[in-house]
């Protein structure tokens, strides 16, 4: 069974801080990879995705991810935060099997960013 | 205006009543997702559906019920067998690969 993880729990940063959220994931197959944001109170939005191509992708609000297939990673990136990007972050992953085309999450993480 | 909702926002039921948890998408998109999200444990797939009038189990079945008579509608019962109900409940729906989240209910059994 495919599984994600998240390392850091919850992270506070200041204003213009650089941020790398981390994710492992295990499965031995072709995957996609996702990063979803939850601010307060709102939605679960998709941040960014990477399917296939150039292993960086670039997403919403200035955000990236890097795909490192040799260590099963896939990790947030943003040069400078900002206080609006406190929420909760979180790393999913598809693998198509049996027929269903499921996410497995993992369990998060809380950024809160300090002016 | 399109997208997903879910209804109502914030539920209360007393221990031992089942409830129904609502989610609608005018979106066309076939695949219904259910989830249940728990502080520090991320989201975990209840039941999804391909079709309609199919729907499979995900990973934390027990104790939930489904339907998907309509592509428009995939409801969600939360029966008295689930033994920890009090939960965040997420719909989503998909297109491709890709699924689009609901505002979500927010269920509390008293």
């Known amino acids: 069974a495919q599984s994600v993880s998240q390392h850091n729990h919850h992270v506070i940063l200041s204003e213009a801080a650089s941020l790398e959220l981390g994710c492992n994931y295990s499965?031995?197959?072709?995957?996609?990879l996702f990063w979803y944001v939850q601010y307060p109170g709102q939605h679960l939005q998709l941040l960014l995705k990477?399917?296939?191509?150039?292993?960086l992708v670039k997403g919403i609000k200035g955000f990236e991810a890097e795909f490192i297939k040799s260590k099963f990673s896939f990790n947030l990136r943003k040069p400078s935060v900002q206080w609006s990007d406190t929420a909760e972050y979180f790393c999913?992953?598809?693998?198509?099997?049996?027929?269903?085309?499921?996410?497995?999450f993992g369990t998060g993480t809380q950024l809160k960013v300090e002016l | 205006d399109g997208g997903i909702t879910q209804s109502p926002k914030y539920l209360f039921r007393k221990e031992g009543q089942n409830v129904t948890l609502s989610c609608e998408q005018n979106?066309?998109?076939?695949?219904m997702y259910w989830y249940r999200q728990d502080p520090g444990q991320g989201l975990r797939l209840i039941y999804y559906?391909?079709?309609?009038?199919?729907?499979q189990k995900g990973d934390i079945a027990e104790g939930y019920s489904v339907s998907r008579e309509k592509k428009e509608s995939f409801p969600l019962t939360v029966t008295s067998a689930q033994k920890n109900p009090t939960a965040f409940y997420l719909c989503?729906?998909?297109?491709?690969?890709?699924?689009?989240f609901g505002p979500g209910t927010r269920l509390t059994v008293l």
């Open positions: 999913a992953v598809n693998a198509r099997r049996g027929g269903g085309n499921k996410l497995t």
């Open positions: 499965y031995g197959g072709t995957v996609n």
């Open positions: 990477y399917f296939s191509g150039d292993p």
């Open positions: 979106l066309n998109h076939d695949a």
């Open positions: 559906s391909q079709i309609v009038n199919d729907f």
């Open positions: 989503a729906s998909a297109r491709g690969d890709t699924q689009y």
